[in-house]
Structure formats: structure tokens, C-alpha cells
């Protein structure tokens, strides 16, 4: 009956990534039998996709106006903001000024690609650290692909520069380049890089780049714990692989796990929780179809790989991931906040352990969501393409 109504839903279903720069998905992926899991799934059965009702029960204000494509934002300890511009600026908006900061990375801004994601070390007051992913043009080759910075910020100026991570090879492609950052409770670093347009050659191989969650130290050292540390010829800073685009990377505090949410193709944009070493079945595996409406592979599910614990159909093209801990929304604690680029709102959806139950559309129409946080205030904020940064706020 699942399989029936999928296919019911997918016929229905439209072109729905509405990303800059998407190119069509064409080839059938070939199985690759690479390692699997070293930790195998539980067995949740994947739920149904589930429509969206629609909630008056939140507007916004904005804080930070006029920006053009906000592609991250954190906030410093002294309440004042970090925000990256997909075309390189770096902003920090304090005391209502937006002030330009010099010494950013060089990034190679074509399609999905630029400067995008910005997180600050846990221990970022004592130390001063920032992370940055962004799609760099160091190394071999013409083009790009994505690359993990840390540096301090002194003044209007990034300092103490370090490159820790850039992956290769260079493509000028201008789809898939991720990239999320987050730290576990251990304070290990994960970012994201997406298979950058190469599904058949990239996610599935580990001695290769991209379609990858990759796990470092806070100095872009390896952990000795990795997966695939001593695996020949593979990538060892990878911590989980068969991913296509992930925009969304959050920890869940109650569960202590790193859960991302990826784009997929026509239809198919997953949410899955990351777990060591494991295969997320990207192309073997998906629930969406090619951009013209062909079918990219039959299969669901296969043991060794990893089932999401929830998928959209049609597409929604997540960007920004929240997971709310805060007092001051009770109706959405304890629950999962995404934005839509795609349908340019904010979705609330309730979370019972890893079973997503309900669907609820806030903020419709503001615009392109990019990104979505909880502030030190207890605040949810977003990033608007072509708005710039809004707080979430209460009708009732």
C-alpha cells in the first residue's frame, strides 16, 4: 500500500528544488557495494509523506533588513550577529549598524556556490573561534568545491586564517556544494559538502569526495575513531556517506545525535539521523525521480543502508534546520523548525522521538528561507533571501 501511495503522490509531485543553478539529474546511479554500516539502522518504518496545514498563529519583525542571499548567521555572545552573504561579504550587525568584515575567504560564487554557512566553536568566548564552509577555487582544476576555514575575529577584520578542510577535485559545476556546520556534545566538528552534480562517482565512493558528512577535530585533525581511518585509499576525515545536497545540520540535545536534512531530487528530500560509518543510499536509494520524470531507481530501501525517518513529496527545498528548546514557544518545544525555499515558509513539525506526526506551515509567503536558529534570547530567528534576518513572534 506504502509503495501505491508513493507513486500516487510522485505523479502528482513538480519540479521543486528552486535552487540557483540546478542542473537535471539524467543517468540511472549504478549499485556500488562499498562498505556498509559499522552501526546497522534500527528499523523504523518510513512514514507516508504527510500534506502541510497552514497556521495564522505567527508573524515576524524584522532585525536585520536588506540583505541579499543571508546563507547563515550565528550570534556572538555579546548579541550582536555574524551573517554570511552567498557572495563572499561577511556582516556583523551590532548595535543596529551593519558593519562589512575584510579578510574573508576567496569563495568561487557560481550557482549554489559561495560563502555559505558560519558556526562559532562552544567555546567560542574563551577561544575566539569561527567556521566557515564555503565553495573554494584552491587546489587543482577550473571551478570549485566546498572547504571548511576557522579564524578569530579582531576588530572589522578575520584573523588567525586556517583552511581546514577542502575537497576535491575542483568542478565547474555550480550545483551541490552542502554545507552545514555543527558540534556534537563531544566537540567534534561535523560539515556537510553535497555530491556537487557527480551522483554516479561521488557519494557512494569513500575514497572520494562529496555526498559526504565529514567529522574533524576543532583543529581539522582526524579523529583516530573515524569510520574509514585506515581504510586504504579512503577519505578519512568522512564520517557518513550516500548523501546528495544536505542544507540542514543540527545536534538534537536530547538524543546527543547529529541529524541533517538533504535536498533531493524531483521530490525526496529526506531527514536522516548520522550515524558512523553509515550509507544514506544516495542515488541507490531515493524517493524522487528525475527532473524530467524518469525514474532514477525503483528501489526504497536495502539492507546496509540507512532509511530517512522522514521524507517530502513533493520537494519543499529545505534550507536551515532548528531543533526548539525554548520557553518562550511551548507549542513548538521539543520540535523540528525547517525552512522552504522552494514555498518560501517556515515549517514547524512535531516530533514524537524520531516519528514526525504533523506538518504545520508558519510565516507563509515571506520569501525564500535560508536559515533558521534559536538565539542565547530563546528567540527563533530566519534568513530571508532579499529581506534579511526576522524574528519569529506570536500573534496570540
Known amino acids: 500500500m506504502k509503495k501505491i501511495l508513493f507513486l500516487l503522490t510522485l505523479a502528482f509531485s513538480?519540479?521543486?528544488?528552486?535552487?540557483?543553478?540546478?542542473?537535471?539529474?539524467?543517468?540511472?546511479?549504478?549499485?556500488?557495494?562499498?562498505?556498509?554500516?559499522?552501526?546497522?539502522?534500527?528499523?523504523?518504518?518510513?512514514?507516508?509523506?504527510?500534506?502541510?496545514?497552514?497556521?495564522?498563529?505567527?508573524?515576524?519583525?524584522?532585525?536585520?533588513?536588506?540583505?541579499?542571499i543571508p546563507?547563515?548567521?550565528?550570534?556572538?555572545?555579546?548579541?550582536?550577529?555574524?551573517?554570511?552573504?552567498?557572495?563572499?561579504e561577511i556582516i556583523h550587525f551590532k548595535d543596529g549598524q551593519k558593519i562589512q568584515i575584510q579578510g574573508g575567504p576567496d569563495v568561487y560564487n557560481r550557482g549554489q556556490g559561495g560563502l555559505l554557512d558560519v558556526a562559532l566553536h562552544p567555546n567560542y568566548e574563551s577561544n575566539g573561534w569561527l567556521y566557515f564552509t564555503y565553495s573554494s577555487k584552491d587546489g587543482e582544476g577550473e571551478g570549485g568545491n566546498t572547504a571548511l576555514m576557522r579564524a578569530?575575529?579582531?576588530?572589522?577584520?578575520?584573523?588567525?586564517?586556517?583552511?581546514?578542510?577542502?575537497?576535491?577535485?575542483?568542478?565547474?559545476?555550480?550545483?551541490?556544494?552542502?554545507?552545514?556546520?555543527?558540534?556534537?556534545?563531544?566537540?567534534?566538528?561535523?560539515?556537510?559538502?553535497?555530491?556537487?552534480?557527480?551522483?554516479?562517482?561521488?557519494?557512494?565512493?569513500?575514497?572520494?569526495?562529496?555526498?559526504?558528512?565529514?567529522?574533524?577535530?576543532?583543529?581539522?585533525?582526524?579523529?583516530?575513531?573515524?569510520?574509514?581511518?585506515?581504510?586504504?585509499?579512503?577519505?578519512?576525515?568522512?564520517?557518513?556517506?550516500?548523501?546528495?545536497?544536505?542544507?540542514?545540520?543540527?545536534?538534537n540535545p536530547d538524543t546527543g545525535e547529529i541529524w541533517v536534512h538533504e535536498h533531493g531530487p524531483k521530490g525526496g528530500d529526506e531527514i536522516n539521523v548520522i550515524k558512523k560509518g553509515a550509507n544514506y543510499g544516495w542515488p541507490v536509494l531515493t524517493?524522487?525521480?528525475?527532473?524530467?520524470?524518469?525514474?532514477?531507481?525503483?528501489e526504497r530501501t536495502r539492507p546496509g543502508m540507512e532509511d530517512p525517518i522522514f521524507y517530502w513529496l513533493p520537494s519543499i527545498a529545505?534550507?536551515?534546520?532548528?531543533?526548539?528548546?525554548?520557553?518562550k514557544y511551548p507549542e513548538l518545544k521539543g520540535d523540528l523548525l525547517v525552512g522552504s525555499l522552494k514555498f518560501k515558509y517556515l515549517e514547524h513539525l512535531e516530533l514524537d522521538g524520531k516519528k514526525i506526526s504533523k506538518r504545520t506551515k508558519l510565516i507563509e509567503d515571506i520569501g525564500r528561507l535560508r536559515d533558521v536558529i534559536q538565539g542565547p534570547d530563546g528567540n527563533i530567528y530566519v534568513a530571508v533571501e532579499g529581506k534579511g534576518i526576522a524574528k519569529l513572534t506570536n500573534n496570540n
Open 287 to 298: 524517493y524522487g525521480e528525475n527532473y524530467s520524470g524518469t525514474p532514477i531507481t525503483d
Open 71 to 88: 546563507w547563515g548567521f550565528e550570534f556572538l555572545p555579546d548579541g550582536s550577529i555574524i551573517i554570511t552573504e552567498k557572495s563572499g
Open 318 to 327: 529545505p534550507s536551515g534546520f532548528a531543533y526548539v528548546t525554548s520557553d
Open 152 to 251: 578569530k575575529l579582531e576588530g572589522n577584520k578575520l584573523i588567525s586564517k586556517e583552511v581546514l578542510y577542502k575537497a576535491s577535485p575542483n568542478t565547474t559545476k555550480g550545483q551541490h556544494f552542502g554545507s552545514r556546520i555543527s558540534f556534537d556534545k563531544e566537540g567534534y566538528l561535523y560539515f556537510s559538502s553535497g555530491d556537487r552534480g557527480a551522483r554516479d562517482e561521488n557519494p557512494q565512493d569513500i575514497t572520494r569526495d562529496n555526498g559526504k558528512i565529514y567529522r574533524l577535530n576543532d583543529d581539522g585533525s582526524i579523529p583516530s575513531d573515524n569510520p574509514f581511518v585506515g581504510e586504504e585509499n579512503a577519505v578519512e576525515a568522512i564520517y557518513s556517506y550516500g548523501h546528495r545536497n544536505p542544507q540542514g545540520m543540527i545536534l
Open 14 to 68: 513538480f519540479y521543486s528544488c528552486g535552487e540557483n543553478g540546478k542542473t537535471s539529474d539524467t543517468a540511472r546511479a549504478e549499485e556500488n557495494t562499498e562498505q556498509n554500516s559499522e552501526e546497522q539502522s534500527e528499523q523504523i518504518e518510513v512514514p507516508d509523506p504527510i500534506p502541510a496545514e497552514s497556521s495564522e498563529a505567527y508573524s515576524y519583525e524584522m532585525v536585520v533588513e536588506d540583505l541579499d
